[in-house]
Nanobody, 123 residues
Framework: QVQLVESGGGLVQAGGSLRLSCAAS????????MAWFHQAPGKEREFVAG????????YYEDSVKGRFTISRDNAKNTVYLQMNSLKPEDTAVYYCAASLIRAGTLVGNYAYWGRGTQVAVSS
């Protein structure tokens, strides 16, 4: 089993930055495909960014390209999401997810999830 714990969320003004962390325990995640999703009130959980186990390949939802960066430090068993130029529409609970086999943008592809961290962006 993989346990994931997100941190780094908070309240920030539009245009500001936050860095989310996802600390994994239980297993080494160096071979896991990792991703960040977010879920706004009343909406479905949506893909934000993903990174392959190698760390070489990353991919993003169109609205965050150029603003968000996903990275991983396998030595620390941690994945990060650097969020810059934040907008009010980025307000959501952000979840970290892990998958040993599948990757991509679908919620169902990921077997392990954290409990989320709240991000609120004021205008």
């Amino acid at each position: 089993q993989v346990q994931l714990v997100e941190s780094g969320g908070g309240l920030v003004q539009a245009g500001g930055s936050l860095r989310l962390s996802c600390a994994a325990s239980g297993r080494t995640i160096s071979n896991y495909n990792m991703a960040w999703f977010h879920q706004a009130p009343g909406k479905e959980r949506e893909f934000v960014a993903g990174i392959r186990g190698s760390g070489v390949n990353t991919y993003y939802e169109d609205s965050v390209k150029g603003r968000f960066t996903i990275s991983r430090d396998n030595a620390k068993n941690t994945v990060y999401l650097q969020m810059n130029s934040l907008k009010p529409e980025d307000t959501a609970v952000y979840y970290c997810a892990a998958s040993l086999i599948r990757a991509g943008t679908l919620v169902g592809n990921y077997a392990y999830w954290g409990r989320g961290t709240q991000v609120a962006v004021s205008s």
